[in-house]
């Protein structure tokens, strides 16, 4: 009997953590914007999350909602968790609107480094009015990777982001590219953070669909920088 006691006593001493809610916000450039809650023990088990969060949800714009911006948790401010921009990229349902017959489709990916040093991973997609022929398609892709490396490299991560959001960096190119042929459409496919830890043949994930299955694969990279100007050209190559 004295022996059940002691052992109810120490079962009693255990206590579990208290849990709250945290708030987590998007960065500055988004207005501080509260975009989810968190119930957690302690804040730290959120810092190096990520999310997806529509564009369309951060700006108010319903003309935003064929991207996504990725955000990351950085670190806790009292109940609030705070956030920075990782990737912005465009759905597919709008990529696929982009494409017309009898047109050029050009995509490219590059890796370049920003202003504050971060590298970072680009890819756009082109379409021409009419189509172009090749010595066309090459002279656009030389363009875009000499403005693309000449904007990111003189601005800072954030500003690029910002630029990006309000089809800024966009509009630029498309008026310069406009010179060469008429372009009718132009987007940032996908731009994010390269992670140094990350094996780069493993940067894109896609879903094939097969006759009688869907699988996920993942489409190996092969990046071999070519450094021109302080910017690196990724090279892509199909395992």
Known sequence: MVKEQVESKKVSRIKSKKKIWFKIVAPRIFGNKEVGESYLASPEVAIGRKMKINLKDLTGNVKDQNAYVGLQVIKASGSILNTAVISYELTSASIKRMVRKMTSRLD???????????????????????????????????????????????????????????????????????????????????????????????????????????????EKKNYSPKVESGVEQASETEA
């Open 108 to 218: 490219d990916a590059y890796v370049f480094q920003t202003k504050g040093g971060k590298k970072v991973i680009i890819k756009t997609i082109l379409i021409t009015l009419h189509m172009a022929q090749r010595s066309t398609e090459s002279q656009i892709r030389k363009e875009i990777k000499e403005m693309l490396g000449a904007e990111i490299s003189q601005t800072g991560f954030d500003n690029f982001v910002n630029n990006l959001v309000i089809n800024k960096v966009q509009s630029q190119l498309r008026k310069r590219l406009t010179k060469i042929f008429p372009v009718k459409e132009l987007g940032i496919k996908m731009f994010q953070l390269k992670e140094e830890g990350l094996a780069q043949e493993e940067i894109v994930v896609e879903t094939v669909e097969d006759a009688s299955k869907e699988e996920k694969i993942v």
